[in-house]
């Protein structure tokens, strides 16, 4: 993806240089979900080990992943990872899957998001496929409302139960 300009940040390709900062982004991500669900790990190297892990299906040669991030005055302040793949349970097969998304606390509600999902619908559109999904928390009120502003609709509930 070419550097898209959009008000005051930019969406663009992730690069390695970038790594730090999206580690720091995750960290404050973990934190938020620490709230809402309890049993998120508080161990400090899930987000270094996370990151890594999306760098390495970046590069996996049949990968079909994507990773963005949202640049204000050469801060990296957001990102969002994706995977195009296949559900064969599901008619069209082809769905993007976001599997992460995050805007820094201080900056949100001004189009940071919905710019990093603007990327992730043009990379759907480029392979032709129609459908995106993803999961959210179920108490995480604020990105239900952000999704739903943007089309999304409940389609399928993944229940728990912890013995």
């Given at each position: 993806m070419s550097e898209a300009a959009t008000g005051e940040f930019i969406v663009r390709d992730w690069r390695p240089e970038d790594r730090d900062a999206v580690i720091s982004l995750h960290k404050e991500l973990q934190a938020y979900e620490i709230a809402l669900r309890t049993s998120r790990s508080k161990k400090d190297e899930v987000s270094?080990?996370?990151?890594?892990?999306l760098e390495e299906e970046l590069c996996h040669p049949e990968s079909e992943a994507a990773f963005f991030v949202a640049e204000r005055q050469e801060e990296v302040v957001g990102f969002v990872f994706c995977v195009a793949e296949?559900?064969?349970?599901?008619?069209?097969?082809?769905?993007v899957y976001v599997q992460d998304?995050?805007?820094t606390k201080n900056?949100?509600?001004?189009?940071?998001?919905?710019?990093?999902?603007?990327?992730?619908?043009?990379?759907?559109?480029k392979r032709d496929i129609?459908?995106?999904?993803?999961m959210v928390l179920a108490n995480n009120d604020?990105?239900?409302?952000?999704?739903k502003n943007l089309g999304f609709q409940t389609a399928i509930l993944h229940l728990e139960r912890t013995i």
């Open positions: 270094t080990e996370y990151v890594k892990e296949e559900d064969m349970l599901d008619d069209p097969t082809a769905q998304i995050m805007v900056i949100r509600g001004v189009g940071v998001g919905k710019g990093l999902m603007q990327a992730v619908f043009d990379f759907a559109q129609t459908r995106i999904n993803l604020e990105a239900i409302n952000f999704y």
